[in-house]
């Protein structure tokens, strides 16, 4: 039988425990942040994947600072921080929203942690300081950006290289042209989103470097979408190892300047046996090379290619043979893994294979 005196520190023990759960979620008096405020959810305006049919929920919203429609020249971001570092210290999502700051300094952030780093219609913000997130480099999972002036590559991808618990990029409408070699290297990374295929935001990436994606076992949603790319070398897309969760990686992959020839050879092929999803969209293909596209269906039974946004410039010529004697399966389609194809029922007996 439990003694009163038991039972008395079991209730002052879960009374305690729910008073801690509780407090995680309170904010700070908005005077020690001013102009920037406390929130308890992120607001709806700054979701950068708005209409997605498949949204990812990475992180539960709690409490978060958002410093939005600053345009005093005299503001010094970091004195927020420092102030707000006497009292408490963890919060869930820091987010930049419409404002004039044009540069992000070294340690602005004091001892304050957060999780995720939001940056969103901040179109003078051409710089971020490669120190700005050292202390708590090892917090953040989600780093955001929308219509900034960010073009510096090496030092965007030198300050994401930090960020050994990194889940997800998501970065549209700034001024990246490259993704450097061996750009990432993290092993809780799932989703990398450079631009929305649908048009409604791009990255003007005109390079993607050796190796950029080799170190992300784990990746399951690569999405870039840029009107300047026109190559893809056969090292960008090569991966060193298959996830441990044998989940299909999806590739969605867009650009008017992209062309049949666009693809080196073995530029998709180098997968390590796992099933991909490719998905292209907008682009000026007129026929999918054998010598790129047929490798890659074969480098998995699964694997599937998806040219239903765009086939329309699609020719049905003897580029396409290969894929209706390789591939067809029946005039229903629905067993076939080249989604989007309209050349099934033409008549390709003239034609010879490999020309």
């Not at 008395?8 to 008073?19: D, E, L, V």
């Not at 904010?27 to 959810?41: K, W």
């Amino acid at each position: 039988m439990v003694g009163r005196k038991t039972l008395a520190s079991i209730i002052i023990c879960i009374y305690w425990q729910q008073f801690l759960a509780f407090s995680q979620f309170e904010c700070p008096s908005d005077s020690l942040i001013q102009p920037c405020s406390c929130v308890l959810t992120i607001p709806s305006h700054t979701y950068l994947l708005f209409n997605d049919f498949n949204p990812e929920t990475i992180y539960i919203q709690q409490r978060s600072i958002v410093c939005e429609h600053i345009h005093n020249s005299t503001f010094d971001l970091q004195t927020v921080f420092v102030n707000l570092s006497d009292n408490e210290t963890d919060f869930d999502s820091f987010l930049l929203y419409n404002t004039t700051i044009a540069h992000i300094p070294a340690n602005v952030f004091s001892n304050v942690t957060f999780k995720s780093l939001m940056f969103q219609d901040n179109p003078m913000l051409t710089t971020i300081d490669e120190n700005a997130f050292t202390s708590f480099k090892d917090s953040v999972e989600v780093f955001e950006t929308l219509n900034t002036n960010l073009s510096d590559s090496k030092q965007i991808f030198s300050i994401l290289k930090q960020f050994t618990n990194l889940r997800r990029v998501s970065m549209h409408n700034d001024r990246l042209t490259i993704i450097p070699d061996y750009a990432f290297n993290h092993t809780n990374l799932t989703n990398i989103w450079f631009g929305l295929e649908n048009r409604r935001t791009s990255q003007p990436i005109e390079t993607i470097g050796q190796y950029a994606f080799y170190d992300v076992p784990n990746l399951r949603l690569l999405r870039i979408f840029s009107p300047n790319l026109t190559h893809i070398d056969k090292y960008s897309y090569a991966q060193r190892k298959r996830s441990s969760s044998n989940i299909t990686l999806h590739i969605y992959l867009g650009g008017q300047n992209l062309n049949s020839t666009s693809f080196s050879p073995t530029s998709l092929s180098r997968f390590r046996s796992r099933s991909v999803f490719l998905r292209l969209y907008y682009t000026n293909m007129t026929y999918l090379d054998e010598l790129i596209f047929q490798p890659f269906l074969e480098t998995h039974p699964s694997s599937i290619v998806d040219i239903n946004y765009t086939n329309t410039n699609l020719r049905c010529d003897c580029h396409s043979a290969w894929i209706q004697y390789d591939y067809l399966r029946d005039l229903d389609q629905l067993d076939n893994r080249v989604y989007g194809y309209r050349c099934w029922a033409t008549d390709f007996a003239n034609c010879t294979l490999n020309i």
